[in-house]
């Protein structure tokens, strides 16, 4: 038969000394008082989140907020805040600007089409010179003109009787005066002008006494004329400006119906 062995009787537990244990925690934790000191440590617990590859998580940039804040106060977000009530008032603010700067470059462009129009061109068409057999040395000079006003906005109204200079090299030989249109005084076209020989110390330039007597050599002349001419824009009229032209002729022979060879002219407004 089995031997039964008895079980040592069990030992129980020892008590912790409270001496020691304050001993203990004061060492540790320099507070035998400290609720914390006597607590045993826990274990934390750790989780393990999965996020998926194709999902990116992110937070807003903080100026995205400012932005919002900014649009909701301009009443872009129908808040109908402070910001929203004044959009009108700078909508008519800006349309006036507008308006005021049109008006500024249209007046500008009115004053250089109007009161800075460009001169017409002249072309001398014909010359004819008459002499006098009773009356020695006295010659009439007789030129046609032709102008072109190139402003297609603006008219120009020829008034008054202009005046008129021949000259040779500097030397003088005719003066007389514009006449009439023939078309009539708004943006004319035809001008007669004549002129009355004159003598400096009663001699005439030899090279245009030879053209007087039938020679056929060339013989330049100057001829210069001034018009009062007044700017109409349509049935607004401005102040009258003097029109000064100036031609430079070379003409071959002086005789009744004169061959010009060549001719330039020229035309400025004065003032």
């Keep these: 038969m089995a031997e039964r062995r008895a079980l040592p009787p069990p030992v129980p537990p020892a008590s912790p000394d ?23 440590h826990q274990p934390r617990d750790t989780y393990v989140v999965h996020v998926q590859k194709d999902q990116v ?21 129908g808040g109908g805040g402070k910001g929203g009530a004044c959009s009108p008032c700078a909508l008519r603010t800006l349309g006036a ?12 462009a009115l004053s250089a089409v109007v009161l800075r129009p ?3 061109s002249f072309v001398v068409d014909n010359l004819s010179v008459h002499t006098n057999a009773s009356r020695q040395h006295h010659v009439a000079y007789d030129f046609f003109l032709t102008a ?24 003088a030989l005719a003066k007389g005066g514009v006449g009439e249109p023939e078309d009539g005084g708004e943006d004319a076209m035809g001008f007669n002008v004549l002129l009355h020989g004159t003598q400096r110390d009663g ?16 013989v330049t002349l100057d001829l210069t004329v001034e018009f009062a001419v007044q700017v109409h824009a349509g049935a607004l009229g401005f102040e009258r400006r003097t029109l000064a032209v100036s031609c430079h002729i070379t003409a071959a022979g002086l005789r009744k119906d004169v061959h ?8 400025r407004f004065g003032n």
């Design 118 to 120: 460009d001169a017409p």
């Design 18 to 40: 409270p001496a020691a244990s304050s001993g203990a925690v004061s060492t540790a934790f320099g507070s035998p008082l400290d609720p914390v000191a006597a607590r045993p």
């Design 260 to 267: 010009i060879s060549s001719q330039t002219c020229k035309s």
């Design 57 to 77: 998580y992110r937070v807003p940039p903080p100026e995205n907020a400012y932005l919002a804040e900014r649009y909701r106060a301009e009443g872009g977000g």
């Design 97 to 108: 600007v507008l308006a005021a700067a049109l008006l500024l470059g249209a007046a500008a």
């Design 203 to 218: 001699r005439t330039p030899r090279a245009v006494e030879k053209a007087l007597r039938g020679s056929k050599g060339a």
């Design 148 to 171: 072109i006003n190139p402003n297609k906005v603006t008219a120009l109204w020829y008034g008054g009787r202009g005046t008129a200079r021949l000259a040779h090299k500097g030397n």
